[in-house]
């Protein structure tokens, strides 16, 4: 059984004012002066419109409960909302809680998946168990309906490892240490506005108050 993600308490201070704050404190801490232009680059794993307004960039561990938590409770408000509407895109970033085993097992079939276009039915089959064993890994894949052999040739040969890590190397120096974690900003405007850091899974509510405002301000801006 896997251990528990860290899991910060939601701050005690109210709504946007706690959240701007924890922007200051950790991107601006954690980057000093560093580009923040990989939070737009586009490595094919998008849900949602390409040109929407609002970009939410999850980084997270196959392995994680309170990631499943967050996918299966308020994931589903999130795509209804904003995503299906084409008001938010979202992206996914790896985040293995370790250097082998389970977390990056699960990120490498996820990856392997996406060579056969079938990421995100991957991502999401993974989450409906976490179990992440060599069998159970080939199951998902049957499940989504991969190409086995193509499949296991890609697992073995670990190709995807590097960009792994590097999702994993973003998302420190964005300033965070354990799963989930959420950066929520205006498409294309990363380095102009400061993105909102999410350190935790936290409820829908905060979500839709952030984005809220994040789409009310672009709007004003094209006034």
Excluded at 16 to 27: I, S, W
Excluded at 64 to 72: A, I, P, T
């Amino acid at each position: 059984m896997s251990k528990p993600c860290p899991h910060p308490r939601r701050p005690r201070c109210a709504g946007a004012l706690c959240l701007l704050t924890l922007v200051f404190l950790m991107v601006g801490e954690s980057v000093r002066g560093e580009g923040l232009d990989f939070l737009s680059r586009d490595d094919g794993r998008l849900r949602g419109n390409a040109k929407a307004p609002v970009t939410l960039i999850e980084y997270s561990d196959f392995t994680c409960g309170f990631c499943q938590k967050w996918f299966q409770e308020t994931w589903p408000r999130i795509q209804a909302k904003y995503v299906d509407t084409g008001k938010v895109r979202f992206s996914y970033r790896d985040f293995p809680r370790a250097f082998q085993g389970p977390g990056l097992d699960g990120a490498l079939a996820a990856r392997c998946a996406g060579e056969q276009n079938r990421y995100w039915a991957m991502h999401d089959e993974l989450w409906g168990d976490r179990r992440l064993g060599a069998e159970d890994l080939q199951r998902h894949a049957k499940a989504v309906k991969l190409d086995l052999p193509a499949f296991a040739k890609c697992m073995r040969e670990e190709r995807h490892t590097e960009d792994i890590f590097r999702d994993r190397a973003e998302g420190t120096l964005l300033g965070f240490r354990g799963t989930p974690g959420f950066v929520l900003f205006r498409t294309g405007s990363p380095e102009k506005d400061p993105p909102v850091v999410i350190p935790g899974a936290f409820p829908f509510d905060v979500f839709e108050e952030q984005i809220d405002r994040l789409l009310g301000e672009g709007t004003k801006g094209k006034r």
